[in-house]
């Protein structure tokens, strides 16, 4: 059984940062692409940023230059450093993985539960 854990979410202040954290445990063989998406009420999830298992990057053009995801392949862990947030970024995050369990070579997408993340005065 995997299990992705998400933490970090709350309320914040316009300006200000928080670190979501994503801890995947299990019968893990091997983690390929990690990733943080976003659902806001009454709209569709979106991709925040997304990060291969070496190291690559992609972003949301909202949050490129604010938002930073990086993992750490020994923990199962993937981050995202989210500052300078906006009313705008305040949705449920949720964080993905594409991962093969133990004896198999197939690579299947496990999400997390959510966390919320609120930005607001």
């Known amino acids: 059984q995997v299990q992705l854990v998400e933490s970090g979410g709350g309320l914040v202040q316009p300006g200000g940062s928080l670190r979501l954290s994503c801890a995947a445990s299990g019968s893990i063989f091997s983690i390929n692409r990690m990733g943080w998406y976003r659902q806001a009420p009454g709209k569709l999830r979106e991709l925040v940023a997304r990060?291969?298992?070496?190291?690559?990057?992609n972003y949301a053009d909202s949050v490129k230059g604010r938002f930073t995801i990086s993992r750490d392949n020994a923990k199962n862990t993937v981050y995202l450093q989210m500052n300078s947030l906006k009313p705008e970024d305040t949705a449920v995050y949720y964080c993905n993985a594409d991962l093969a369990t133990d004896g198999s070579t197939l690579y299947t997408r496990y999400w997390g539960q959510g966390t919320q993340v609120t930005v607001s005065s």
């Open positions: 990060i291969t298992s070496g190291g690559s990057t």
